[in-house]
């Protein structure tokens, strides 16, 4: 790795559809933050007026967030951040956060982390998991289905070991509903 790579933590649709080069890819965590699907999108899994529902990392000081983490070479690197500036432009900013490896011996790392904060114009913030569920259920969005970001993001995470409950309570309640409509 030379000085100026850069690890980039990804905990949404990153984690599943990183769409970049990268040199290296590694199961990673933070600590003090938890995933939640508090993002309104209007560009992605909604449209203006409908907003669907993305997630974003909201701080807990108790929490641990797991994801992955993309090494990006020098070469690569404004490249990168160009694209994933104009993917991430619904709300997200980016953070230098320090990451651990869990499977590479708890070693850390700093890493640049894409976050919509409360003060976005997108942000939804909180509400009851059924409400979040119908909301998601009735989304979509130039990307596609919103539901098909809950089930591809709870698949990643799963493949990953993570124990993520508020996700995994969102997807499940959101495959409930689109089997409710016969989608199965
Ligand atoms: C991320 O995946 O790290 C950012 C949020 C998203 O694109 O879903």
Redesign the pocket.
Known sequence: MNLTDVWL???????WRPDFPFDEVRVATIAGWSRRFWQGSTDHRGVPGSPGR???LVEDPEAVCI?RAYLVDNANRAMVLRKLDFR?KGG?SLRNIEVTFPENGGTKAGAL??IAGPDNSEWLGAALPDEIAEQISGSSGPSGNNDEYVKRLAGALRDIGAQDTHVFEIAALVSSLSSRRGEG
């Open positions: 933590f990804g905990y949404g649709s990153l984690v993305v997630v974003t994801g991430e997200y982390v894409y």
